[in-house]
Structure formats: structure tokens, C-alpha cells
């Protein structure tokens, strides 16, 4: 069955960068999309981009353009999203999700907090 | 950028059917998918391509989509049915994803 393992509890402060990793598993890791989605405290779901991890083709949203990098490596089955310059209103719930070829999210990873504060 | 529009809420008695709506621009004409997060959870994709459900989801979870307005059914409602519930459709002139805001589902 298709897993994404995301890594742990983040806690940074302003201004400083974050890598979170996502393993995928039970699947043709290359075959498929990542898209990355973030949800703030209380909040709805937020698309931040996507990856191609056959191309490396990216995606990002307009708003994280210059602040994020989506990556992907292939010989681990692993995808990576940095965000950098953190501010207080990054704090949130980081999740990596698979997405169909038809184009839409079909599995999600557990999910990654993310706490940016002084 | 393509808008959709949820209702913030929606109370249902045990048993009964829950109808969540999910307002856009046409939407009739895209397709349209729905995801269920439980508290502290992830989501999880619960209907796809309108009205398709992924297998291990109960057939008491049903969509339907036509004009500007989706539609998830849940038929039979029980208390593990609460949770918040997102509509997501593929804005293919934005080339990205756009979630809806959210109904949180209450089991009365």
C-alpha cells in the first residue's frame, strides 16, 4: 500500500531555513507527483507546489515563490521541501501527498509541525 | 484564481444524512474530489472524480456534482463521521491545486 513517512517536529526561529523529508513506499516512487500542503493552526488547507519526480519539474505558489524549493531523490524514494526566511505565520502542519495521474491527491503523508518562533 | 466556497459547518443527528456543499464557478464542469481529516490527523481522500469512492471507504460516502454546486453525502451517519471535510479540484488554468475552506462535520 502507498506510505509517505514524513520526518519529525520542527521548532525554528525567524529567519532560518527547514528541510522536511518525505519517504514514499509501495509505489513506483517516479511514476507520480508530490505536492506539498500546509495547514496553520486551526486553518484549511494551503497547496504550497509540486514536483515531478521523473523530470524534476516544479511548481511552485505564487505567494512561497523565491522561499521554497521542492527536490526529490529518486535512488531513495525521498522527496524534500525546503522553505526558507521563516516568519511566525509558517508555523504549521507541513504534508507531503501523492498525487493521481488523473490530478488529484490520493494519499498523504502523517504530516510535519513546523513552530517558527523567537 | 478559482474560488470554492463551503459552508463552515454542518450538524447531523446520528443516522441521518449529512450533506456537504461545495460552491464554484461552473464546478459542474471539473472534477471534483473530497478528503476527510479527522481531528489531529491527516487527511484522507474519501470520493474522487465526482462520485468515485476509493476502495475501503464505506458505500454510506457518495458525491455527486452538476451547475456551480458539489455535493458529498454521508448516508447513515455515525460518530466517527466527525471530522473536517475538503472539497479539492485541479485548476488546470492556475496549473495548481485549490482546496475549499472546510466543513467541520458534528455528530449531534
Known amino acids: 500500500q502507498v506510505q509517505l513517512v514524513q520526518s519529525g517536529v520542527e521548532v525554528k526561529k525567524p529567519g532560518a531555513s527547514v528541510k522536511v523529508s518525505c519517504k514514499a513506499s509501495?509505489?513506483?516512487?517516479?511514476?507520480?507527483?508530490i505536492n506539498w500542503v500546509r495547514q496553520a493552526p486551526g486553518q484549511g488547507l494551503e497547496w504550497m507546489g509540486w514536483?515531478?519526480?521523473?523530470?524534476?519539474?516544479?511548481k511552485y505558489a505564487q505567494n512561497l515563490q523565491g522561499r521554497v524549493t521542492m527536490t526529490t531523490d529518486t535512488s531513495t524514494n525521498t522527496a524534500y521541501m525546503e522553505l526558507r526566511s521563516l516568519r511566525s505565520d509558517d508555523t504549521a502542519v507541513y504534508y507531503c501527498?501523492?498525487?493521481?495521474?488523473?490530478?488529484?491527491?490520493?494519499?498523504w503523508g502523517q504530516g510535519t509541525l513546523v513552530t517558527v518562533s523567537s | 484564481s478559482y474560488v470554492l466556497t463551503q459552508p463552515p459547518s454542518v450538524s447531523v443527528a446520528p443516522g441521518h444524512t449529512a450533506r456537504i456543499t461545495c460552491g464554484g464557478n461552473?464546478?459542474?464542469?471539473?472534477?471534483v474530489h473530497w478528503s476527510q481529516q479527522r481531528p489531529g490527523q491527516a487527511p484522507v481522500l474519501v470520493v474522487y472524480?465526482?462520485?468515485d469512492r476509493p476502495s475501503g471507504i464505506p458505500e454510506r460516502f457518495s458525491g455527486s456534482n452538476s451547475g456551480n454546486t458539489a455535493t458529498l453525502t454521508i448516508s447513515r451517519v455515525e460518530a466517527g463521521d466527525e471530522a473536517d471535510y475538503y472539497c479539492q479540484i485541479w485548476d488546470s488554468i492556475g496549473g495548481h491545486y485549490v482546496f475549499g475552506s472546510g466543513t467541520k462535520v458534528t455528530v449531534l
Open positions: 472524480h465526482n462520485s
Open positions: 509501495g509505489y513506483a516512487f517516479i511514476n507520480y507527483g
Open positions: 514536483i515531478s519526480p521523473y523530470s524534476g519539474n516544479t
Open positions: 461552473n464546478i459542474g464542469s471539473k472534477s
Open positions: 501527498a501523492r498525487e493521481d495521474i488523473t490530478m488529484f491527491i490520493d494519499s
